[in-house]
């Protein structure tokens, strides 16, 4: 009588070529997976939980804990350290980081954004509509946010005198009410972060306007999920099915964001279920949807794209050198094309 022995391997393997089909019968403990998100649980984050509440990670093995953080400094801190497994993290963010924490060698293995969110965001009745509108007013900003990091590069892009600007700093909290509450002629930040958190705070939709960085030829990836260097050394199976799964949840959140949000409400009972599942919509449409992911799918990149972007991401955190793409991003933990796809 034959007697065949599955090792964890052997079965992680198996999940990578079909990851969503149960393995009935095995005993072994699940892998975990520790993974920081770079915001509050919101419809940028419901394909995650909709892919544990289908019970796509448990069938494929895996363990995951998801937790938020305060932006995407802080999740590439935490996956930096190896205490988390990995995150979403703005690329422009990892560059950053990558370069004052050598030794750590996170690496993006997932793109999520393929055009940048950074963004000035003002209302109707400031009269801004361009650029140079935003000489002699003052900005509202965090000063950990990417967008103001990258402020510098955007004024000398499109020719603002930044002496100009008259700055309100506050944090992330508080930034919306302070352009809602008419202390700031504008704010700094992601597009769909601020427009929702706007109209949170009483700001009609109609009365938001938007200026985007990538309009002034900062040509920037965004979010992407990073991996630690000891979760892609030690244990690149598990890395390479919890890409698998997630990118499966992503492909089902962009073809039933009712279902993606359902699954969100039903771990966070307070959120604005109706508000964040325009936030998903707008993300689908703004971020996912590209030329780009329409001819290659999601998670990889182009990387001359990604090389050129670093060369503004360098000047404007004063970077001792250039980021090189093959230093940000790994391509080896990719998932088929078919997982990529984006929904017809």
């Given amino acids: ?85 990995g995150g979403t993290v703005d690329i422009n963010n990892l560059a950053e980081f990558n370069s004052k924490n050598p030794t750590a060698e996170v690496r993006a293995a997932y793109m999520l954004y393929f055009k940048s969110p950074l963004s000035v965001v003002t209302l109707a009745k400031s009269g801004i509509t361009k650029p140079s509108d935003l000489e002699g007013r003052t900005i509202g900003a965090a000063a950990a946010d990417g967008a103001y990091r990258l402020f510098s590069t955007y004024a000398k892009t499109t020719s603002i005198d930044a002496a100009k600007i008259k700055w309100n700093m506050v944090g992330l909290q508080l930034r919306e009410a302070v352009l809602a509450g008419g202390s700031a002629d504008a704010i700094l930040g992601f597009d769909s972060t601020v ?39 030690e244990r690149p199976d598990v890395a390479k099915t919890f890409i698998a799964v997630s990118a499966r949840g992503y492909q089902a959140a962009i073809a039933d964001p009712k279902a993606a949000i359902a699954a ?3 771990h966070s009972p307070l959120i604005n279920a109706d508000l964040e599942e325009q936030k998903l919509r707008w993300l689908i449409k703004n971020q996912f949807t590209t030329d780009e992911t329409k001819k290659n799918g999601m998670g990889g990149i182009d990387t001359a794209r990604l090389s050129k972007s670093m060369e503004a991401v360098a000047a404007g955190f004063a970077l001792p050198s250039v980021p090189k793409a093959e230093d940000l991003f790994d391509p080896s933990f990719l998932p088929s094309a078919d997982l990529r796809k984006l929904p017809a």
């Fill in 1 to 85: 009588m034959l007697e065949f022995k599955t090792s964890r391997r052997t079965i992680l393997q198996a999940a990578l070529a079909a990851p969503f089909v149960l393995q009935a019968g095995r005993s072994f403990a699940a892998e975990p997976v520790k993974f920081s998100f770079a915001v509050p649980f919101d419809g940028s984050i419901s394909m995650y939980l909709l892919a544990a509440q289908n019970g796509w990670y448990k069938d494929a093995g895996l363990d995951c804990q998801f937790d938020t953080s305060g932006g995407s400094g802080e999740a590439a801190s935490r996956t930096g350290s190896g205490v988390y497994d």
């Fill in 264 to 266: 969100l409400k039903a």
């Fill in 195 to 233: 427009y929702f958190g706007l109209q949170k705070a009483g700001i009609a939709p109609g009365d938001i306007k938007i200026l985007y960085y990538s309009d002034a030829g900062l040509d920037l990836y965004g979010n992407a999920i990073v991996l630690s260097k000891k979760f892609r050394t």
